[in-house]
């Protein structure tokens, strides 16, 4: 099986800029998280999607948006970039089990670097 | 909010030696991932450990979910196993709550 992949692998934009980053979960998985890496933050959650739905999201701003399609591939999308939102930013795809926190398995991640 | 911390931050060893890292957290979890993060970045899951033991090759972890902490150990250690070690917790309203991770680096 292929494992969970994201594009793009880099990304430079500018302050004020939007960006949308795309996530395919592993063949089979229906549940799809993303999370934001900084060295300052660590590793935190951002939100998680299950069959299309939110199903869970964290602490981070409206700017920070995300959505599901049917194949169960997702998208992130963050309006309105600040200096601060530079980060990597790391999606996960888990077994098709349906609750929370199942084993993650990540994809390489996307580093965003705000100019 | 739930803290989960991992001791030591940073760890050297020299390639063969054997390490214990560990991860405390402050309430109840309804399960625990540890996780490897390698020099590019990647995100490898280790172990799927909300109690007991579980063993694979040279890892091992232990939760003792009662007593709130969880163990990773690393036996004969590689220079391959260099990178960040983190734990990671479901809290009670579903949201996985990572560690600041320890950095370990393996000397060849």
């Known amino acids: 099986k292929a494992g969970v992949t994201q594009t793009p692998r880099y990304l430079i934009k500018t302050r004020g800029q939007q960006v949308t980053l795309s996530c395919s979960p592993i063949?089979?998985?229906?549940?799809v998280s993303w999370y934001q890496q900084t060295p300052g933050q660590g590793l935190q959650f951002l939100f998680e999607y299950f069959s299309e739905t939110q199903r869970n999201k964290g602490n981070f701003p409206g700017r920070f948006s995300g959505r599901q399609f049917s194949n169960s591939r997702s998208e992130m999308n963050v309006s309105t970039l600040e200096l601060g939102d530079s980060a990597l930013y790391l999606c996960?795809?888990?077994?098709?089990?349906?609750?929370?926190?199942?084993?993650?398995?990540f994809g390489s991640g996307t580093q965003l670097s705000v100019l | 909010g739930i803290q989960v911390e991992q001791s030591p931050p940073d760890l050297i060893l020299q390639e063969g030696a054997n390490s214990t890292l560990r991860c405390n957290f402050s309430d109840s979890v309804n399960n625990l991932q540890w996780f490897h993060q390698n020099p590019w970045g990647q995100l490898i899951n280790l172990f799927y450990?909300?109690?007991g033991t579980k063993q694979n090759g040279r890892l091992s972890a232990t939760t003792v979910a009662t007593e709130r902490y969880s163990l990773l150990y690393i036996s004969s250690s590689q220079t391959t196993d260099s990178g960040v070690y983190f734990c990671?917790?479901?809290?009670?309203?579903?949201?996985?709550?990572f560690g600041k991770g320890t950095r370990l680096h393996i000397l060849p």
């Open positions: 990671a917790v479901l809290n009670r309203d579903d949201k996985i709550i």
């Open positions: 063949s089979g998985h229906r549940s």
């Open positions: 996960a795809s888990s077994p098709t089990q349906g609750y929370p926190g199942e084993k993650l398995f």
């Open positions: 450990i909300p109690s």
